[in-house]
């Protein structure tokens, strides 16, 4: 069965600082991945995904993320915090056959220090 | 467009009763997931309706819970019985297909006293 993990349940940055959530997921073959960020009082948004090609993904409002098969890892990162950032962050697997109810991991909520 | 909407947005009920929470997906989205949020848990999958298709049940934790979805649009979760262990957030998505990317509505918070 596949597993989607965020080993942070928190992490603390000083806005203008630079930020990496971690993702690890288990599964035999190349899953479809999402990164999501949860505002609060908000729904999910989608801040991007990866289904195929290159391996660095842009999403929306500066993230970018990762796909490293070799360490199984999708990692989400920004170059410079803001406050309005601050929020609780999903990531998501997929398979890309078989099962198509996807995974979530427990999240990590981002503090933001002025 | 509009996005996807629920309602009630908050739900208190007595331990026992039954609810009914409502989505409305985005129009003309053919996939519509059901997930429950506990506090600092990630997302539950619960149900998964696709197209004309039957419902994938698997996620539903018990046979109080059930869900329905109308005309290929509007779903209601109806939890029967409440317990205070069904307490959570109660999200709905959809998505244009199997997938795809999943838009989620804001949620129904439940609290079963």
């Known amino acids: 069965a596949q597993s989607v993990t965020q080993p942070d349940i928190h992490i603390t940055v000083s806005e203008g600082a630079s930020l990496e959530l971690r993702c690890n997921y288990s599964?035999?073959?190349?899953?479809?991945l999402f990164w999501y960020v949860q505002s609060p009082g908000q729904g999910l948004q989608l801040l991007l995904k990866?289904?195929?090609?290159?391996?660095l993904v842009q999403g929306i409002k500066g993230f970018e993320a990762e796909f490293k098969r070799s360490q199984s890892s999708f990692n989400l990162r920004k170059p410079s915090v803001h406050w309005s950032d601050a929020a609780e962050y999903f990531c998501?697997?997929?398979?890309?056959?078989?099962?198509?109810?996807?995974?979530f991991g427990r999240g990590t909520s981002l503090i933001v220090h002025p | 467009g509009a996005g996807v909407s629920q309602s009630p947005s908050n739900k208190v009920t007595e331990k026992g009763k039954d609810v009914e929470l409502r989505c409305d997906p985005i129009?003309?989205?053919?996939?519509l997931y059901w997930y429950r949020q506990s506090l600092g848990q990630g997302l539950e999958f619960l149900i998964y309706?696709?197209?004309?298709?039957?419902?994938?049940k698997s996620g539903l934790p018990s046979d109080r819970f059930s869900a329905e979805r109308t005309g290929g649009s509007v779903s209601t979760l109806t939890i029967q019985r409440t317990q205070q262990e069904d307490s959570a957030v109660y999200l709905c998505?959809?998505?244009?297909?199997?997938?795809?990317?999943?838009?989620f509505g804001p949620g129904t918070r439940l609290l079963v006293l």
């Open positions: 599964y035999g073959a190349t899953p479809y």
């Open positions: 998505a959809s998505s244009l297909g199997v997938r795809e990317t999943q838009y």
């Open positions: 998501a697997v997929v398979s890309s056959g078989g099962s198509y109810i996807p995974t």
């Open positions: 129009s003309g989205h053919t996939a």
């Open positions: 309706f696709q197209g004309n298709s039957a419902p994938d």
């Open positions: 990866y289904f195929s090609g290159d391996t």
